[in-house]
């Protein structure tokens, strides 16, 4: 699209959550450090070499990209390097297993994927050994020359609207802001909320377990919680402003087909309240704001939907199908999406040219979708489009590639990216506002993480909570063991750990069950270990031999947050 040819201009806020629980110590393959290896390799490598790549063509990508303090802190961990070697060895091996055996069957297609593969490997062992390894720091340098602003999360993505004690939030969002200045060196403007989960200033009671016999009181709104540590901003789903028919959470649009919710209706509001600018959040009667930024439903839609939208084109490479042993990829989407065993080979020739008419297609929506939005010719639309950036390159492939060339169109035309800091620039908040409690999971709430299912793990993460900030209470200020701070602050490491909402989502999408119920049982557990070392310590004036063992082996193995303070 040319400069010409692209007539409503205004702003285009792309938005990326990077995010991975804390698995690293905790099982490598099929669940653990594997997740967080394929996610560097497939989504935060590829993204980073587009965006070096377009700054390199003079094209400045002006992604605002959310990095969870939970991922930081592995990315930054020396035993991530240790894991990522070792994947990309194996990788290389199964390379190089497969095209001895498609070319045994005489499957010279197949064999050319593995050259394929073996090629991108190479690629990436390239661009590590450029950044010495040093992920953070290349998204760093980007935001320090201006071509990306980082944005921080809850410290481990806990799911803010259900924990039960406000000092849960507090700790959530301190350590969160802590994390960022330590790794990015500037203190953070915005947030990506965990799963857009808002909740407002309202009379709330725990929804079970020993908490909900507690009597109702007046808790306050997340903005509120924001404010409080310097957080300015954050970004909520459509429905949560506007109302109407919720979208569903892009990871579930990933499971198998049989799992997938139906296919929602995306509408376009440009009624008197709509996703096209942001506004103030205010709750009544409470203390601080923020400001929102809502997701646009056309735009979005097209992109992560599998079912509907770019990744589920036949030629583009499919997810589910992968070859043992390596668990590589060699076919496409084809038109039998459900049938794994129908599926044709990939052919990357032809899945890139694809990539080229999906990113004039998009920037034709995103045109008309600001020409429709504009209400005034003085106050041009802002389209926020935020989604995991696991969904380019992990789940998609080709996700990279077209979010590259998207950014090379839309420098010839006349809508313009800018983050979302750059965007309050031009894109004043004109209204104040109070939202509605939510989530951009399946149906608008929070049923994706509090259901039957989850119940007991909610009873787990109330309990301790309930644990842990009595204890806190009791503690004299100063003084005693000298265990008793280490001691402490490993307790809330596995506070935040079990609060991780990636627990009860795994249960709940049956995609790792097993694991996610493991972890909660052992992060509990743990906590509860230390809370009766800590009041046992109390009790004697001393601790141990084996308490400073036994400390010292949790320690590391949940070597997180080493500046915790949880009082």
């Not at 972890?519 to 230390?530: C, G, I, P, S, Y």
Request: hydrophobic share 40%; proline share 7%.
């Amino acid at each position: 699209m040319s400069r010409h040819e692209s007539k409503a201009g205004g702003t285009f806020s792309l938005v990326l959550h990077t995010h991975l629980p804390f698995v690293l110590n905790h099982g490598r393959w099929p669940h653990g450090a594997d997740w967080l290896n394929e996610a560097a390799t497939e989504s935060y490598i590829p993204l980073l070499d587009a965006a070096q790549r377009l700054v390199r063509e003079g094209v400045s990508p002006k992604w605002t990209v959310g990095i969870s303090p939970v991922l930081a802190e592995q990315l930054a961990d020396p035993a991530f390097q240790r894991e990522l070697r070792f994947f990309l060895e194996e990788r290389f091996r199964a390379c190089r297993e497969n095209r001895k055996e498609f070319l045994r069957h005489h499957q010279d297609a197949l064999a050319r994927l593995a050259d394929f593969w073996e090629e991108r490997l190479t690629k990436v062992q390239g661009f590590l050994h450029r950044l010495g390894g040093d992920l953070l720091g290349a998204f760093r340098t980007l935001e320090a020359e201006g071509h990306l602003e980082l944005l921080t999360c809850a410290a481990t993505h806990g799911y803010l609207p259900l924990l039960s004690r406000e000092e849960s939030l507090r700790l959530q969002l301190q350590t969160a802001v802590e994390a960022h200045r330590r790794h990015f060196g500037r203190e953070p403007r915005g947030i990506w909320l965990p799963e857009c989960a808002y909740r407002p200033r309202a009379e709330w009671v725990a929804p079970l377990g020993s908490a909900s016999k507690r009597p109702p009181r007046i808790r306050p709104g997340l903005e509120e919680l924001l404010s409080e540590v310097g957080l300015e901003y954050f970004v909520t789903d459509t429905h949560m402003i506007v109302g109407g028919r919720p979208l569903a959470v892009s990871r579930t649009q990933f499971l198998p087909p049989r799992e997938r919710p139906a296919a929602p209706s995306v509408p376009m509001a440009v009624g008197p309240r709509n996703p096209y600018h942001p506004y103030r959040v205010v709750s009544e009667g409470g203390r601080g704001s923020a400001i929102v930024f809502a997701r646009d439903p056309r735009t979005t839609f097209q992109v992560w939907s599998r079912d509907f939208g770019y990744p589920g084109n036949p030629w583009y490479l499919e997810f589910h199908k992968k070859h043992w042993p390596g668990g590589l990829r060699y076919w496409r989407v084809s038109e039998n999406r459900g049938d794994l065993g129908a599926k044709e080979i990939y052919d990357p020739k032809v899945a890139a040219g694809r990539v080229g008419e999906h990113a004039a297609h998009f920037l034709g929506l995103l045109d008309d979708t600001l020409r429709a939005a504009v209400r005034a010719p003085e106050a041009p639309a802002l389209v926020c489009a935020p989604y995991d950036a696991e969904l380019f390159g992990h789940w998609w492939y080709e996700g990279p590639a077209w979010l590259e060339e998207v950014n090379r169109l839309m420098a010839r035309s006349l809508i313009r990216p800018r983050t979302l800091g750059e965007s309050l620039a031009v894109h004043e908040p004109q209204e104040s506002v109070s939202l509605q409690e939510g989530s951009w999971g399946d149906g608008g709430d929070h049923r994706v993480w509090l259901n039957p299912e989850t119940e007991w793990v909610w009873e787990r993460i109330y309990d301790a909570e309930s644990s842990f900030f009595d204890l806190v209470a009791t503690l004299p200020p100063e003084g005693g063991d000298l265990l008793i701070p280490r001691l402490l602050a490993q307790a809330g490491r596995e506070l935040l750990l079990l609060q991780a909402s990636d627990w009860p989502f795994l249960i709940t999408t049956q995609s790792a069950r097993d694991y996610a119920e493991r972890r909660v049982t052992e992060h509990h557990a743990v906590l509860k270990q230390l809370l009766e070392m800590i009041q046992r310590v109390l009790a004697t004036g001393r601790h141990s031999s084996e308490d400073e063992l036994i400390l010292g082996e949790i320690e590391q193995t949940d070597n997180l947050f080493p500046n915790l303070s949880v009082v």
